[in-house]
């Protein structure tokens, strides 16, 4: 048993109501009790769908186990194919049908449907999400690829990996489709997200495969190259650098020059970068946590694109550990392997970050620290679906990615300006939009009003071996700009822990400053 | 007894003609009671023992990231666990000793059972006990099952309270007559009927669940009980067993639902006329003064409920009483006919009652009547307004302080919102 107080990642069949609702013409009879149907409002709620998942829940109760579970199931089956008429079944169970074991994929065969069945096992008290969106996708595309009769077009290809409830999916594609079209390359089928089981059995007619989210479509990339010969991209698009390498890597599948379509007037991140107003962004401490793709993509960002320091990346991806551990290497670091939040937390904690880039949990750990924090991954929150336009993936992707990493820092900047001129009488006590729960207002508490600070609790403790602030010092460090005075406070304190210096002295903390530096 | 809504003796109206269905249930599992009931009991600690799916049901319907740590987790069946290579009661003693050593000020430990441990049949009470008794005296170990093969939605409070009442204290049959009131509520509420009582004359009246582990109220057979919420069949049975008896009243929703079940209650205990009179006229009339408010907003319009938490009856009847709503449909996932037989005297003829679920099919006859308002779960609410229906999400009315005199007509507003929101909207 694994005790868990918040997951990242849901049950396998939740990946697979992921593909099944992407999907058209698909419909999922899942074997599952009542209060399954909690993950309807998964993609009613928080990605805010018109339209229920095509998804029939068995819904056995207690009273069934003894009788017959599986004649539930299959009367469930035969209606859902009558009202909905799709072109095919999607069957599977949830971890408890998983354990009275009334094999669905046989029972909806034995029902002869005018439509094929495929069956999905998907091990809910081994795998997640992820890996059951993975899954469910390979099994739909071995059922239903076929071999092409005429060799495809080598200016073709189709799009892999968009899903419902995946971060930005829906403008990823519009974006990747408007770049290969510029390209001059044709999309044969973007699967699952719009296409049809009918859809999938042309997946052959291209001659190659843009992989967009690995974790889901890798599985089904490798079917198609095993078996149909099909190539597939290894880059994922996020970024500017790595459109770059996307582009590179795509113009040599189809045998295109790809110089024209490097330099695009939209690509606007790269000179914000460069523009000397970012010269503040240096250095800065990031933390990165996520799905394996969207870490690996922003540690890049991060690093290269941004001139950040990443000190920290780590994932919740099990199936991606080994290329998010090797793009730790890459940074000097070990790549934190957790589903525990509590561990990010700590670690972000540990670590003093100055930006966190991750999930929405990042979110309200950074809230809790009083960090500043963007969104790169799922799970999704509703606000993760921004009713404009805002692709994590291409060049506009890179400036949507621009935008929203720097967009907390700034607001930081100006929660600088707020505390340098508070003092000033023009100043009145503006409503902070970090809130006054958060750390950096609290931390320049303490010269104004000591027992409102948590961070002096030091004060109060003095029968630990923890170094006390005389009142001088205190006020000193209120001086600080506040984005560097926690900073200050810790390597002070450390310093004289290290020193054995019991009472902080103004002299302490510049010595400090002096000794640890930045 | 001006004034004081008639009350007959239950002939029953729509109760005959209940439609029963059996199908998709597009309802949550009792395990989500833990979302209100970890905050109610602010000392307890719910522990469900189950499978991914009932963490990330939990955490879906509580958005509980807000919490530093919250008072709910769910210790994660893994393969071993069911395939016998690890001892189920070694492991959950194991996760159960992690907490509580990270969690010190917890004083009450409930271990929720789910589908997946019912499934393989993992005794929680008996691992309750054992836990209980290797923790005494610092921690309380409990259980129940908040299982959706058992349990629909509300039932987990049900079931929760039920696994309170063997640790409630004997109250002696010499005790003078005390009044318990049975079901969780907003604590605003709570308090607000205390002054009532109060008023009334009635100091000592007792809530289950109280707010700390510690303050388990007594009952025996002076114990006279009110339900605070519909749906708590096994605990009130576990009451009566105790000695208690139930006042039959109808719910305190609206002014008169509220007025009905105050004076249920003081007839009871007994309260005197003049003194039950004097304690409600005046938030009876800010009542009925709000509601005349917001009356224009709702009257003549037609609302369909979907079975969600139980509540539809006593709020149909509210809707439809004080508020001139023509019912079409009322869905409850279970009908408990003897605890809702004041309710459902009270109901106006020709409602079609349903109960269970065949969701396809009650979209169906939602469809048919296009109703003015539809009540229902997150999972229908956004298919449903983009096919040109105004919806309530019927969770909020779970969550939201509705009951009592001063929620009347915040009780209202929850179902005008929709409404007026329709009308605003040019998009």
Request: proline share 7%; with cysteine; net charge negative.
């Amino acid at each position: 048993m694994q005790l868990t107080l918040w997951t990242y990642e849901g049950p396998p069949h939740i990946g697979a109501m992921r593909v099944a609702t992407a999907m058209d013409g698909l419909h999922y009879v899942l074997h599952a009790p009542q209060g399954d149907t909690y993950a309807d409002l998964l993609f009613t709620m928080i990605e805010r769908r018109q339209k229920r998942p095509p998804v029939t829940y068995t819904t056995f109760q207690a009273r069934d186990l003894g009788g017959d579970t599986a004649d539930l199931f299959k009367q469930s089956a035969r209606d859902a194919y009558d009202r909905f008429k799709p072109q095919a079944l999607l069957v599977g169970a949830s971890c408890t049908a998983e354990l009275i074991q009334d094999d669905p994929g046989g029972l909806a065969r034995a029902l002869n449907l005018p439509c094929p069945v495929v069956a999905v096992e998907l091990p809910a008290y081994q795998k997640k999400e992820n890996w059951g969106a993975a899954e469910t996708f390979y099994r739909l595309v071995r059922e239903f690829a076929r071999r092409p009769e005429t060799t495809p077009a080598s200016i073709s290809c189709n799009i892999l990996g968009p899903t419902a409830l995946g971060f930005r999916h829906r403008d990823d594609v519009r974006e990747i489709t408007s770049l290969l079209h510029r390209m001059g390359i044709s999309i044969n089928v973007t699967a699952p997200m719009g296409s049809s089981p009918t859809d999938l059995m042309r997946l052959g007619d291209a001659a190659f495969n843009v992989v967009l989210y690995p974790e889901i479509a890798g599985p089904a990339a490798q079917f198609l190259e095993k078996h149909l010969g099909q190539k597939a991209t290894k880059t994922v698009p996020i970024g500017f650098g790595a459109t770059c390498d996307f582009i590179r890597e795509v113009a040599a599948l189809a045998g295109i020059d790809p110089t024209p379509f490097l330099e695009d007037e939209t690509a606007h991140s790269p000179w914000y970068a460069r523009s000397v107003d970012s010269t503040y962004l240096t250095g800065k401490r990031v933390y990165v946590f996520g799905d394996a793709t969207h870490v690996i993509a922003a540690a890049r960002i991060a690093r290269d694109e941004m001139g950040f320091t990443v000190v920290g990346m780590g994932t919740y991806s099990r199936e991606q550990v080994r290329e998010v551990r090797a793009a730790a290497q890459a940074y000097g670091l070990e790549a934190l392997i957790t589903d525990d939040y509590l561990d990010v937390e700590e670690a972000v904690a540990a670590l003093s970050v100055e930006l966190v880039l991750g999930t929405q949990m990042e979110r309200h750990i950074s809230k809790r620290l009083g960090v500043p924090c963007a969104m790169i991954s799922a799970p999704m929150h509703v606000q993760d679906f921004p009713a404009r336009y805002a692709p994590q993936m291409g060049f506009e992707g890179a400036n949507v990615i621009f935008d929203s990493w720097v967009h907390p820092l700034m607001m930081g900047l100006e929660e600088h300006l707020l505390q340098m001129f508070r003092e000033d009488s023009e100043f009145s006590e503006a409503p902070s939009h970090l809130g006054h729960a958060a750390a950096p207002i609290r931390a320049a508490e303490p010269v104004l009003d000591v027992q409102a600070s948590a961070d002096v609790a030091v004060l109060d403790a003095p029968a630990s071996n923890e170094p006390v602030w005389t009142a001088e010092a205190e006020k000193e460090l209120g001086k600080i700009p506040f984005f560097v005075r926690g900073k200050a406070r810790r390597n002070t304190e450390k310093y004289a822990r290290d020193a054995g210096i019991a009472r902080i002295s103004i002299e302490t903390l510049y010595e400090a400053k002096a000794k640890v530096g930045r | 007894m001006d004034g004081l809504p008639a009350i007959a003796p239950a002939p029953s109206t729509g109760c005959d003609s209940v439609l029963v269905e059996r199908g998709q249930r597009e309802v949550f599992c009792g395990l989500t009671g833990i979302v209100w009931l970890h905050r109610k009991i602010q000392d307890a600690f719910f522990l469900v023992v189950g499978s991914r799916t009932c963490a990330h049901l939990i955490q879906s319907a509580a958005g509980v990231m807000i919490f530093a740590e919250p008072r709910f987790a769910t210790a994660i069946m893994e393969e071993k666990d069911l395939a016998g290579l690890v001892d189920a009661n070694d492991e959950l003693d194991r996760v159960v000793l992690r907490l509580l050593g990270r969690r010190p000020e917890i004083k009450l430990l409930f271990l929720v059972g789910s589908c997946p441990s019912e499934v393989i049949k993992l005794d929680l009470s008996r691992a309750a006990q054992r836990l209980s008794r290797q923790m005494a005296p610092n921690v309380r170990v409990l259980s129940y099952s908040g299982s959706g093969i058992e349990t629909t939605f509300t039932q987990g409070e049900d079931a929760c309270l039920a696994a309170l009442v063997p640790d409630m204290p004997i109250a002696a049959a010499t005790a003078p007559a005390d009044l318990l009131v049975v079901g969780c509520l907003a604590d605003v509420v709570e308090d607000q009927f205390r002054r009532l009582f109060a008023a009334m004359g009635l100091p000592k009246v007792s809530f289950l669940p109280p707010r700390h582990a510690g303050d388990l109220p007594s009952v025996g057979p002076n114990t006279k009980m009110l339900l605070a919420q519909p749906f708590l069949a096994d605990t009130a049975r576990l009451l009566e067993e105790r000695g208690a008896t139930r006042i039959p009243a109808p719910f305190p929703f609206g002014a008169e639902g509220t007025t009905a079940w105050l004076h249920a209650a003081a007839q009871a205990m007994p309260v005197d006329q003049s003194a039950f009179n004097a304690a409600v006229a005046a938030p009876r009339a800010r009542a009925e003064t709000a509601l005349a408010r917001m009356r224009p907003e709702l009257e003549g319009k037609s609302i369909f409920m979907f079975p969600d938490s139980q509540l539809e009856i006593p709020l149909a009847r509210f809707l439809a009483r004080e508020m001139g709503m023509q019912l079409t449909e009322i869905g409850t996932p279970y009908l408990h006919r003897q605890h809702l037989a004041e309710e459902l005297a009270m109901m106006p003829a020709g409602v079609r009652i349903s109960e269970g679920q065949d969701v396809e099919r009650q979209l169906d006859r939602c469809r048919a009547i296009r109703p003015d308002l539809t009540v229902c779960g997150l999972g229908l609410a956004n298919p449903l307004e983009s096919e040109g229906l105004t919806t309530k999400w019927s969770i909020e009315l779970l969550f939201s302080p509705t009951q009592g005199y001063d929620q009347a007509a915040d009780l209202a507003e929850l179902f005008a919102r929709p409404l007026l929101r329709r009308t605003k909207l040019r998009v």
